[in-house]
């Protein structure tokens, strides 16, 4: 059984800095990719970033230079720094982790984090 928490989440002004926290933990190999999503009320969860078992990162074009993604591997988490935040950054955060174990492999979701910029 696995698990993923995301915590980080709060309200801050525009301009501000948050960080965000993707904890995996249970009983599995080692973990592939991990994407870091956002949903506003209304509309679909957008791909934010991700980052790949290589360390390769992704960013959507709407946070590049803004967002950075990074891992620890030893923790077995992945954190999204958010920076020079916006009031459209708004949303709910969620991390997806996919998995690796024996005899299986899947994709899981944490609860999500609210993220409010205030203007």
């Known amino acids: 059984q696995v698990q993923v928490v995301e915590s980080g989440g709060g309200l801050v002004q525009a301009g501000g800095s948050l960080r965000l926290s993707c904890a995996a933990s249970g009983s599995f190999s080692s973990i592939d990719r991990v994407g870091w999503y956002r949903q506003t009320p209304g509309n679909e969860r957008e791909l934010v970033a991700h980052i790949a078992a290589d360390g390769n990162t992704w960013y959507d074009d709407s946070v590049k230079g803004r967002f950075a993604i990074a891992r620890d591997i030893a923790k077995n988490t992945v954190y999204l720094h958010m920076g020079s935040l916006q009031p459209e950054d708004t949303a709910v955060y969620s991390c997806?982790?996919?998995?690796?174990?024996?005899?299986?492999?899947?994709?899981?979701w944490g609860q999500g984090t609210q993220v409010t910029v205030a203007s």
């Open positions: 997806n982790v996919e998995f690796v174990g024996p005899t299986w492999s899947g994709r899981f």
